[in-house]
């Protein structure tokens, strides 16, 4: 950054990193320890999981642009349907092999950048989804730790995350702002798709 000079090239390489940082080639799922209980190692567990986090912010971001209805029900409903998937991850023994976190990226950060106009109950139903499909891996990942009260971390901090994130986007009211917010979106369907390459490699 020069002055007021803008360099677009950098964005591809930031891109990449990150879809390398979220692809190792072998990784087992692990639950991080705060030590101050299993709510927080939940919390921490989300935070720290960038293939949950940028999906449920593209989802936070997608809502928001969508308006305050969109918004509402996936701040109440993602929480819910993760919570309720991961119960199911915690007692179904099931080894997920699709790019999951991939995809998400992909469908979810296509959608923010190209700002499609989609009613409420499509909203509903992708918050439902993205609930339930990586609730149940969160759930598969801390049975045997930090298990349903982990789940509630996880739950309350995935509520946190997209109240903040929604209610920021629905109060852009500038072009130029919701411009900025479906660039936000298309970095992440690029790391999808950078992902997506990793995983066929």
Same mark, same amino acid.
């Given at each position: 950054m020069n %002055? +007021?000079?803008f360099?677009?090239?950098?964005f591809p390489g930031l891109a990449f990193g990150i879809a390398v940082l979220c692809s190792p080639?072998?990784?087992d799922a692990h639950l991080v320890t705060t030590g101050m209980g299993p709510v927080y190692d939940g919390i921490g567990h989300f935070l720290l999981t960038p293939e949950d986090l940028v999906p449920v912010l593209a989802l936070a971001i997608y809502a928001g642009l969508r308006g305050?209805?969109?918004g509402r029900r996936a701040m109440f409903l993602l929480p819910l349907a993760w919570?309720?998937?991961g119960l199911a991850g915690s007692v179904v023994n099931v080894t997920v092999s699709i790019p999951i976190a991939a995809i998400s990226f992909l469908i979810l950060g296509g959608l923010?950048?190209?700002d499609f106009c989609l009613p409420a109950a499509v909203v509903t139903g992708l918050a439902i989804v993205l609930g339930g499909v990586h609730g149940f891996l +969160? %759930?598969?990942a801390l049975k045997e730790s930090a298990g349903m009260i982990g789940l509630m971390g996880i739950m309350l901090m995935v509520f946190v995350v997209v109240t903040v994130v929604s209610a920021f986007v629905i109060s852009l009211k500038r072009p130029w702002e919701r411009i900025v917010a479906r660039v936000?979106?298309?970095w992440i369907a690029a790391v999808g798709l950078l992902m997506i390459g990793w995983a066929v490699r």
């Open positions: %002055g +007021n000079k360099y677009p090239g950098i080639s072998s990784a305050a209805d969109s919570f309720i998937g923010v950048a190209a +969160n %759930g598969a936000a979106g298309s």
